[in-house]
C-alpha cells in the first residue's frame, strides 16, 4: 500500500505542476489555512458552496487573491482535493504555512517558504516579469537549503494520519519538487521564450535544466521535422515553388529554436538548425534556374543557419557558383546573423568591449605582477597568452543578450571614470606594467579575436 500512495502523491505532483500552479490551489482558492483540520474544511465547504448558490463570491485567500474569482466547480474541486490526505500533502508545499505551531519549526523556516511561494505565484500571476522569476528561483532555492523544511513536510504527513504515507513518500516529494518548480516555466516558455533563459537560475543539477529546455523546445522542434519532411516531398515532387514558399518558415523555427535550446549548447538544437540550412540549401538549388535572385536569396539564409562545416562548404561553393543577376542589383538579406556569427569588436557595444578588455589587462597585471611580484615582461606574456579569455566574453551569446546599448553606454562610462582616475592616483611605477600589458594586448588582439572567431565557427 505505501507503494501506490507514493505514486498517487507523485501523480499529484506532477498534475499541479503546472501554469495553474498557485491559481487552483486548494488553499488559495477556499482561503482555509494549510493547518485546517478535516473539521473546519467540512464546515467551510458547507458555508462556501452555500453562499454560491445564493449568488455569492468566494472571498478565497486575502494575502495573495485569486486574479479572477474562482467558479463554483473550482470550489468543489478544491474541496475534494482537500479530502485527500495524499493530495493535500502536494497542495500545502505550494501556500502559507504561516507561523509556526505544533510542528515546532524555527519560524525562518516557514518565513524562506512562504516568501518562495509569494514569489513563485506572482510570477507566475505577471508572467512576463523576468525580476519576478530570478526571484522566485532564488527563494525557492533558499527554502529548500534549510534543514526544517522536510521536518515540516513531515509533520504534516504524520498530522494527517493517513498510515499508508510514510519516509519514502517524503523522499519521493523530495525528489521530485525541483522539477515541478521547474514544470510552469516550461509551460509558458513556447509563447515566452525568454522564460527558457531563465530556467538557468534555478540553482538546481544541470541535467534538470536540460531536460526542461529539452521539453520546452519539443514542440518547436517537431513543428521544424514536419516542414522539412513537408519540403523535402515536395522537391521530390517536383514542385519547387510550393517548396520555396514554405521553407522560408523555417528560419524563424530555427530562432525560436535556438532561444529555447541554443545550439552552441545542446547538440541536438545544432543538428536541427543544420537541417534548416540543409533545405533551404536544397530548395535554393532546385529554384536555381526558375529564379536565381530567390535562389541566391536562400543560400545566403542558409550560410546563416548552417553548423556543420562540410555543409558550410557546400553552401558557401553553391553561393559563389550562383551569382545574382546584375540587371537586378544585389540586394541585402533582411535575415539576422546566426547566433554562431562574431559580431566585429568596435560596433554598438564597443565601450563595454574595451572596459572588459581593460578590466582583463588590469587583472591579469595585479596578479603577475602585484600578487606574485612578477618581472613586467611576465606580465606582459600572460596577457598575450591568455588574450582569449575577453575574447570569449564580448562575443558570447549570454555576454550579447545581457549588454544592450544603454547599459554598454554605462559600463564605458564608469570604466572612462574608474580608469581616469586609476591614471591620477597611482604612481607612474605602478602604472608601468599595465600600460606595457596594454600595449601587448592592443598588438595581438586582432590575431586572438580571429582566432576566437574562426573557432566558433567551426562548433
Known amino acids: 500500500?505505501?507503494?501506490?500512495?507514493?505514486?498517487?502523491?507523485?501523480?499529484?505532483?506532477?498534475?499541479?505542476?503546472?501554469?495553474?500552479?498557485?491559481?487552483?490551489?486548494?488553499?488559495?482558492?477556499?482561503?482555509?489555512?494549510?493547518?485546517?483540520?478535516?473539521?473546519?474544511?467540512?464546515?467551510?465547504?458547507?458555508?462556501?458552496?452555500?453562499?454560491?448558490?445564493?449568488?455569492?463570491?468566494?472571498?478565497?485567500?486575502?494575502?495573495?487573491?485569486?486574479?479572477?474569482?474562482p467558479s463554483a466547480q473550482d470550489v468543489r474541486t478544491a474541496f475534494d482535493a482537500l479530502e485527500r490526505p495524499d493530495h493535500r500533502l502536494v497542495d500545502e508545499l505550494f501556500w502559507w504555512w504561516a507561523g509556526p505551531g505544533a510542528c515546532g519549526c524555527a519560524p525562518a523556516t516557514h518565513e524562506a517558504h512562504d516568501a518562495a511561494v509569494e514569489a513563485h505565484a506572482r510570477a507566475l500571476d505577471a508572467e512576463a516579469d523576468e525580476d519576478l522569476w530570478v526571484d522566485a528561483a532564488d527563494a525557492w532555492m533558499d527554502a529548500l537549503d534549510?534543514?526544517?523544511?522536510?521536518?515540516?513536510?513531515?509533520?504534516?504527513?504524520?498530522?494527517?494520519?493517513?498510515?499508508?504515507?510514510?519516509?519514502?513518500?517524503?523522499?519521493?516529494?523530495?525528489?521530485?519538487?525541483?522539477?515541478?518548480?521547474?514544470?510552469?516555466?516550461?509551460?509558458?516558455a513556447a509563447a515566452r521564450p525568454v522564460l527558457a533563459r531563465?530556467?538557468?537560475?534555478?540553482?538546481?543539477?544541470?541535467?534538470?535544466?536540460?531536460?526542461?529546455?529539452?521539453?520546452?523546445?519539443?514542440?518547436?522542434?517537431?513543428r521544424i521535422d514536419e516542414l522539412v519532411?513537408?519540403?523535402?516531398?515536395?522537391?521530390?515532387?517536383?514542385?519547387?515553388?510550393?517548396?520555396?514558399?514554405?521553407?522560408?518558415?523555417?528560419?524563424?523555427?530555427?530562432?525560436?529554436?535556438?532561444?529555447?535550446?541554443?545550439?552552441?549548447?545542446?547538440?541536438?538544437?545544432?543538428?536541427?538548425?543544420?537541417?534548416?540550412?540543409?533545405?533551404?540549401?536544397?530548395?535554393?538549388?532546385?529554384?536555381?534556374?526558375?529564379?536565381?535572385?530567390?535562389s541566391v536569396d536562400l543560400l545566403e539564409r542558409a550560410l546563416s543557419y548552417v553548423v556543420e562545416q562540410s555543409d558550410r562548404s557546400t553552401v558557401q561553393d553553391n553561393l559563389a557558383d550562383t551569382p545574382r543577376p546584375a540587371a537586378f542589383g544585389r540586394r541585402?538579406?533582411?535575415?539576422?546573423?546566426?547566433?554562431?556569427?562574431?559580431?566585429?569588436?568596435l560596433p554598438t557595444r564597443w565601450p563595454s568591449n574595451l572596459a572588459v578588455s581593460a578590466l582583463y589587462v588590469a587583472a591579469t597585471t595585479t596578479f603577475v605582477a602585484g600578487f606574485?611580484?612578477?618581472?613586467?615582461?611576465?606580465?606582459?606574456?600572460?596577457?598575450?597568452?591568455?588574450?582569449?579569455?575577453?575574447?570569449?566574453?564580448?562575443?558570447?551569446n549570454g555576454y550579447r543578450s545581457l549588454v544592450g546599448?544603454?547599459?554598454?553606454?554605462?559600463v564605458g562610462a564608469l570604466a572612462f571614470i574608474g580608469g581616469w582616475w586609476a591614471v591620477s592616483a597611482l604612481p607612474s611605477d605602478v602604472l608601468g606594467p599595465f600600460w606595457w600589458s596594454a600595449a601587448a594586448f592592443v598588438l595581438v588582439s586582432p590575431f586572438t579575436y580571429a582566432l576566437v572567431a574562426d573557432w566558433r565557427d567551426r562548433r
Do not use: C
Open 1 to 69: 500500500m505505501p507503494i501506490s500512495q507514493d505514486r498517487s502523491t507523485a501523480a499529484r505532483l506532477r498534475d499541479v505542476a503546472g501554469p495553474d500552479l498557485y491559481r487552483r490551489n486548494p488553499f488559495r482558492v477556499t482561503g482555509l489555512a494549510t493547518t485546517a483540520k478535516p473539521a473546519q474544511v467540512r464546515a467551510h465547504r458547507h458555508l462556501l458552496l452555500g453562499a454560491l448558490d445564493l449568488g455569492g463570491t468566494v472571498p478565497g485567500d486575502r494575502r495573495l487573491p485569486l486574479p479572477r474569482p
Open 146 to 188: 534549510l534543514p526544517g523544511f522536510w521536518d515540516h513536510v513531515r509533520h504534516r504527513m504524520g498530522a494527517s494520519s493517513d498510515r499508508r504515507m510514510n519516509e519514502s513518500t517524503v523522499e519521493g516529494l523530495r525528489t521530485a519538487l525541483p522539477q515541478a518548480l521547474l514544470a510552469p516555466q516550461v509551460a509558458l
Open 198 to 222: 531563465l530556467l538557468d537560475t534555478w540553482d538546481v543539477p544541470a541535467a534538470l535544466v536540460d531536460d526542461a529546455r529539452h521539453t520546452a523546445a519539443a514542440p518547436t522542434s517537431r
Open 229 to 294: 519532411e513537408e519540403v523535402n516531398r515536395l522537391l521530390l515532387d517536383n514542385a519547387h515553388v510550393r517548396a520555396a514558399e514554405r521553407v522560408v518558415h523555417l528560419p524563424a523555427l530555427a530562432d525560436l529554436l535556438d532561444e529555447l535550446a541554443p545550439h552552441e549548447r545542446y547538440r541536438w538544437s545544432a543538428q536541427q538548425r543544420n537541417r534548416v540550412a540543409v533545405m533551404l540549401n536544397n530548395t535554393a538549388m532546385a529554384v536555381k534556374n526558375s529564379d536565381r535572385h530567390q
Open 332 to 345: 541585402r538579406t533582411a535575415e539576422p546573423l546566426p547566433a554562431t556569427a562574431v559580431k566585429p569588436l
Open 372 to 396: 606574485l611580484g612578477a618581472p613586467t615582461w611576465l606580465a606582459v606574456v600572460a596577457t598575450v597568452l591568455f588574450s582569449w579569455i575577453p575574447m570569449r566574453v564580448i562575443t558570447s
Open 405 to 410: 546599448d544603454l547599459v554598454t553606454l554605462l
